[in-house]
């Protein structure tokens, strides 16, 4: 079989459900001889759960560096060996929202087949259950940190929104979901309309579109350590 990078994806949760396991997941696991990852220890937990018979040890496993440096010349140079590459991000698609495009480009730059197969993506579940429209939106990854920042960001995405008629899309990590959250209630406009997707395809799932206002109104919500999704629209 000649080289090719197959994109592997992953589930959303560090224990899903079986039955959350693609067939075609398995299979094209199998034909891999190397796996190009975000982690390692993510991503063998999750290879043990998908095939316990896979044989972890018979594989050669990349993963960035100290720094976040992938070694694009080892990926490369099992590329040229004639092997099947497998990337796997820690949860959901790899290299849509998750680190990998440089390898898939690279494998593009080779010559070197791409194989896409069917899987979760948290930001575009969570955009399809929103309600508010997928066909002109922005994926914009994680929220500044520092207040004053994150206030004009959010404000920036929303006259966009408003102008373009375009979706926004914002995620940050799980213990700071609640500071994002408060920032988004606090900056954007009363009628804006702002969708929370927790804990996708986790016993704790909930996915809820309404205005900030009417956010606004409600009891604060505990914020548990689960990854989240914010989704928001501007009206005109």
């Given at each position: 079989?000649?080289?090719?990078?197959?994109?592997?994806?992953?589930?959303?949760?560090?224990?899903?459900?079986?039955?959350?396991?693609?067939?075609?997941?398995?299979?094209?696991?199998?034909?891999?001889?190397?796996?190009?990852?975000?982690?390692?220890?993510?991503?063998?937990?999750?290879?043990?759960?998908?095939?316990?018979a896979?044989?972890?040890?018979?594989?050669?496993?990349?993963?960035?560096?100290?720094?976040?440096?992938?070694?694009?010349?080892?990926?490369?140079?099992?590329?040229?060996?004639?092997?099947?590459?497998?990337?796997l991000?820690?949860?959901?698609?790899?290299?849509?929202?998750?680190?990998?495009?440089?390898?898939?480009?690279?494998?593009?730059?080779?010559?070197?087949?791409?194989?896409?197969?069917?899987?979760?993506?948290s930001?575009?579940m969570?955009?399809?259950?929103?309600?508010?429209?997928?066909?002109?939106?922005a994926?914009?990854?994680?929220?500044?940190?520092?207040?004053?920042?994150?206030?004009?960001t959010?404000?920036?995405?929303?006259?966009?929104?408003?102008?373009q008629?375009?979706?926004?899309?914002?995620?940050?990590?799980?213990?700071?979901?609640?500071a994002?959250?408060q920032?988004?209630?606090?900056?954007?406009?009363?009628?804006?309309?702002?969708?929370l997707?927790?804990?996708?395809?986790?016993?704790?799932?909930?996915?809820?579109?309404?205005?900030?206002?009417?956010?606004?109104?409600?009891?604060?919500?505990a914020?548990?350590?689960?990854?989240?999704?914010?989704?928001?629209?501007?009206?005109?």
């Open positions: 079989m000649p080289a090719q990078l197959v994109l592997l994806p992953s589930a959303l949760q560090p224990a899903p459900a079986r039955h959350r396991f693609a067939p075609a997941w398995i299979e094209a696991l199998g034909h891999t001889q190397a796996l190009v990852v975000e982690t390692l220890k993510a991503s063998r937990r999750f290879v043990r759960a998908l095939d316990p896979f044989d972890i040890d018979g594989r050669t496993w990349l993963a960035p560096g100290p720094e976040g440096r992938l070694d694009m010349a080892a990926v490369r140079a099992l590329w040229a060996q004639g092997l099947t590459v497998g990337l991000s820690d949860a959901g698609y790899p290299a849509v929202g998750d680190p990998g495009a440089e390898v898939v480009l690279a494998a593009h730059q080779a010559g070197v087949p791409v194989r896409v197969l069917p899987g979760s993506c930001f575009l969570a955009l399809a259950a929103s309600g508010l429209g997928g066909q002109h939106f994926f914009r990854g994680y929220v500044p940190i520092a207040q004053a920042e994150r206030q004009q959010l404000k920036r995405w929303e006259q966009e929104s408003r102008r008629g375009q979706t926004q899309i914002c995620m940050d990590t799980p213990y700071r979901n609640g994002l959250w920032a988004l209630l606090a900056t954007l406009e009363p009628q804006t309309l702002l969708c997707a927790l804990d996708l395809e986790g016993s704790q799932e909930r996915i809820q579109t309404q205005t900030v206002a009417t956010w606004r109104k409600q009891p604060a919500l914020w548990p350590r689960l990854p989240a999704v914010f989704i928001f629209v501007a009206n005109k």
